[in-house]
């Protein structure tokens, strides 16, 4: 059995983060499919609570919920001599990373399900989402300038926390904004998140990530199904 293992699906953005953690950290895993339909007896012995992906295993030992992985890659392994840890060595710069990885999750990624969820709503619900969405991003704008300072990321030069926790919005914000028919409007009210979303599209782990053609089909066939019964 390999040292650390991953229970994973595909299409999953929680998933996702957990794989960039280990890319940027330079860990070497075993990834382990799950199928959510048919729970596996490991899936449900590695996270009896929610029974859900993603369940990092290491020696043996579970850790599961995105956030949680994230951070206990960060401080098991070491940097790579060509990268840097994901969370600043600070007190204070930590708990901002953490603060702001919170808001990520609470109201950047809500607010992305939400606007999935009017796919099939009026136009008046669907634009309301829409804003939602916009001015969740708006705040988030406001702290890529105040944390990553001139750098590309949240990081600063270099990806942390927070920017594994959104890069997901890489593979899946393009095939929403397809089913919805709305556009984010980064160029007028988000360039410096435009600039972000470059800058990952740039990076070595957006190869990581499936293609919003691929999340676009599984939204249609497997997502807005499920939103539909």
Known sequence: MAEVQLLSTWASAFVMRAEVALALKGVHYEKLPQDLGNKSELLLKSNPVYKK???????GRSVCESSIIVQYVDETWPAPKDGADL?????????????WADYVDKKVFDGALGLLRSVKKGEEEKKAAWENMVSGMETLESALAEIGGEGHFFGGESMGLVDVMLVPLLAWLPAIEEQVGLQIPFADRLPRLE?????CRAHDVASLLPSSAKISDFITHILLPRFSS
Do not use: I, Q, T
């Open 53 to 59: 992906v993603p369940v990092l295993l290491h020696n």
């Open 87 to 99: 969370l600043p060595s600070d007190p204070y710069g930590k708990a901002m990373a953490r603060f």
């Open 195 to 199: 600039e972000w979303f470059a800058a």
